[in-house]
């Protein structure tokens, strides 16, 4: 489940990125098929349920926007950022704490 919100937070900032590049159509691929599904029937694990539906709010703005499943091999960049990504959040919010002011 960490791999899906990793790659679902990923997607959310791609989406408000080219929103901010004014960006009007665009298709979106990703080797996540949980995600893929949960975007497409709008049925998702709790897990991921603020994360899709933020997705599915900014996707609304797009002229014309599409989300398909691809396999892994053919997205190995962008599944490894999303996991670094993920990684560096993890690291950052467990130094946080141990440096938070009392």
């Known amino acids: 489940m960490?791999?899906?919100i990793a790659e679902s937070l990923a997607l959310r900032e791609?989406?408000?990125?080219?929103?901010?590049?004014?960006i009007k159509t665009v298709l979106?691929?990703?080797?996540a098929s949980q995600l893929v599904k949960s975007i497409h029937d709008g049925h998702c694990p709790t897990e991921l349920y603020g994360v899709?539906?933020?997705?599915l709010f900014y996707a609304s703005a797009f002229e014309f926007v599409n989300f398909s499943w691809i396999p892994r091999e053919r997205n190995v960049i962008a599944?490894?950022?999303?996991?670094?990504?993920l990684l560096v959040s993890e690291t950052l919010f467990v130094g946080d704490a141990f440096t938070a002011p009392n």
């Open 14 to 22: 791609a989406i408000i990125t080219c929103q901010n590049l004014q």
């Open 28 to 31: 979106f691929e990703s080797n």
């Open 2 to 4: 960490i791999i899906a």
């Open 52 to 55: 899709v539906s933020d997705i």
């Open 79 to 85: 599944d490894r950022l999303a996991k670094d990504a």
